[in-house]
Nanobody
Framework: QVQLVESGGGLVQAGGSLRLSCAAS????????MGWFRQAPGKEREFVGA??????YYADSVKGRFTISRDNAKNTVYLQMNSLKPEDTAVYYC?????????????????WGQGTQVTVSS
């Protein structure tokens, strides 16, 4: 079992930055692909980006603004969000799946955090 806890969310003005963290426990995440998803009110959960074993992939809506990294020694994954826009407002979730492959849909991920709220004001 992998337990995931997100942190770092908050209120930020448009154009600002936030860094979300996803701390894992129970298993080392070095053998897991890690994904970030978000869900805005009234909308379905959507893929933000993911990191495998040395590779990353991003949704078009965040490409060039968001960066995912991992620190296996700290068992933590990060989502650096720059140039934030009001449409980035959502609850952000991290997810884990054993193995190196990145998936852009939520179903393949076995473990999920509880989410952290990000609100971007205009």
């Amino acid at each position: 079992q992998v337990q995931l806890v997100e942190s770092g969310g908050g209120l930020v003005q448009a154009g600002g930055s936030l860094r979300l963290s996803c701390a894992a426990s129970g298993r080392t995440i070095s053998s897991y692909a890690m994904g970030w998803f978000r869900q805005a009110p009234g909308k379905e959960r959507e893929f933000v980006g993911a990191i495998g074993f040395g590779n990353t992939y991003y949704a078009d809506s965040v490409k060039g603004r968001f960066t995912i990294s991992r620190d296996n020694a700290k068992n933590t994954v990060y989502l650096q969000m720059n140039s934030l826009k009001p449409e980035d407002t959502a609850v952000y979730y991290c997810a884990a799946r054993s193995g190196p492959y990145i998936y852009t849909t939520s179903t393949p991920y076995n473990y999920w955090g509880q989410g952290t709220q990000v609100t971007v004001s205009s």
